[in-house]
């Protein structure tokens, strides 16, 4: 089976620009969980997608939003960019119908520059 | 407040020994735990998990403990190489309501030398 895919691998943005970065999870999983990786805060969750419906979220202003499509690929958009939105953006993916037992596998993540 | 906690942000052993990482946690909800372990610029790749009504899970060269009581897991790994050099996640679940949301800790630097 295929793994988890993120594009794109690299982003460069300047302030106040948007930003959609797209995953396709591994095939058959229908969840989509999003996190954000920085040398300050380190991992930190941001949402998980199941079924096209936001399920969980996390800590995050609403300038961060996503959405799941039907195939159960998800996008997540993140507008008014800040300095501090700089840090690789990670998706993982899982079957979702069991969270006592499930395994939630990464992408390579997008690494976003904002300058 | 940090609800996972990994206190050695490094750990240097030799190859062939036994590398054990440490975690602790604050939030007695959780009782799914999974580590990962992760290379520069890269996602984190799943190595070993351990629901908390066990508390010992093997997989290969990884095994991870679990103590409800003292709420602290570890990750052993035996024999260590050279390439297990990386930086080790820990990171807990609560499963109920369908809750996907995973707490990590910051990490632990192995580093496996030759």
């Known amino acids: 089976k295929a793994g988890v895919t993120q594009t794109p691998r690299y982003l460069i943005k300047t302030r106040g620009q948007q930003v959609t970065l797209s995953c396709s999870p591994i095939s058959g999983h229908r969840s989509v969980s999003w996190y954000q990786q920085t040398p300050g805060q380190g991992l930190q969750f941001l949402f998980e997608?199941?079924?096209?419906?936001?399920?969980n979220k996390g800590n995050f202003p609403g300038r961060f939003s996503g959405r799941q499509f039907s195939n159960s690929r998800s996008e997540m958009n993140v507008s008014t960019l800040e300095l501090g939105d700089s840090a690789l953006y990670l998706c993982a993916s899982s079957p979702g119908l069991a969270a006592n037992t499930d395994t939630q596998y990464f992408g390579p993540g997008t690494r976003l520059t904002v300058l | 407040d940090q609800q996972v906690k990994q206190n050695s942000p490094s750990l240097s052993v030799q190859e062939g020994r036994i590398s054990i990482l440490n975690c602790d946690y604050t939030n007695s909800m959780f009782d799914y735990f999974l580590w990962y372990k992760k290379y520069p610029a890269e996602g984190p790749t799943f190595l070993i998990s351990i629901s908390s009504i066990k508390d010992k899970n093997e997989d290969g060269r990884f095994t991870v403990f679990l103590n409800k009581s003292a709420k602290h897991l570890s990750l052993h790994i035996v024999p260590s190489q050279p390439g297990d050099s990386a930086v080790y996640f820990c990171a807990a679940r609560t499963s109920g309501g369908s809750n996907y949301k995973l707490t990590f800790g910051k990490g632990t630097l192995l580093t496996v030398n030759p």
């Open positions: 997608y199941f079924s096209e419906t936001q399920r």
